[in-house]
C-alpha cells in the first residue's frame, strides 16, 4: 500500500525558510514522478515544484530562485527547500506522485500548512 506522509510545516516569518519532507512508502519511488503543490481556500491546487525519477526538475514561476525540490531516492523521499517565504506562500502544501502510465496514476499526501506571517 503506497503512503506519502509529509512533515515540516509550520508558522514562519517573511523571508523565513522551511524545508518540507515527503517519505514515500510502498514501491513507487523509482518510477514515479514527485512533487509538491499547494492549496489555497477557494482556489484549486497548484503545483508548486516536480522532480522526476532521473532527477529533472520543474518550478512554477512564482517559486523559482526561492524554492529547490532534491529527492533521496535510498530515503524515498522528496524534499522541498523554500527560502525567502512570503505572505503568499502560504497554503497547504501536498506531496504528489505521478505516473500516467501506472494503474494508480496519482497518490496524494495528506497535506501539511505552511504559514508565512509576522
Known amino acids: 500500500q503506497v503512503q506519502l506522509v509529509e512533515s515540516g510545516g509550520g508558522l514562519v516569518q517573511p523571508g523565513g525558510s522551511l524545508r518540507l519532507s515527503c517519505a514515500a512508502s510502498?514501491?513507487?519511488?523509482?518510477?514515479?514522478?514527485m512533487g509538491w503543490y499547494r492549496q489555497v481556500p477557494g482556489k484549486q491546487r497548484a503545483l508548486v515544484s516536480s522532480i522526476t525519477s532521473r532527477g529533472s526538475t520543474n518550478y512554477a514561476d512564482s517559486v523559482k530562485g526561492r524554492f529547490t525540490i532534491s529527492r533521496d531516492n535510498a530515503k524515498n523521499t522528496v524534499y522541498l527547500q523554500m527560502n525567502s517565504l512570503k505572505p503568499e506562500d502560504t497554503a497547504v502544501y501536498y506531496c504528489?506522485?505521478?505516473?500516467?502510465?501506472?494503474?494508480?496514476?496519482?497518490?496524494w499526501g495528506q497535506g501539511t500548512q505552511v504559514t508565512v506571517s509576522s
Open positions: 504528489n506522485a505521478e505516473n500516467l502510465w501506472a494503474v494508480t496514476p496519482r497518490y
Open positions: 510502498g514501491n513507487i519511488f523509482s518510477t514515479y514522478t
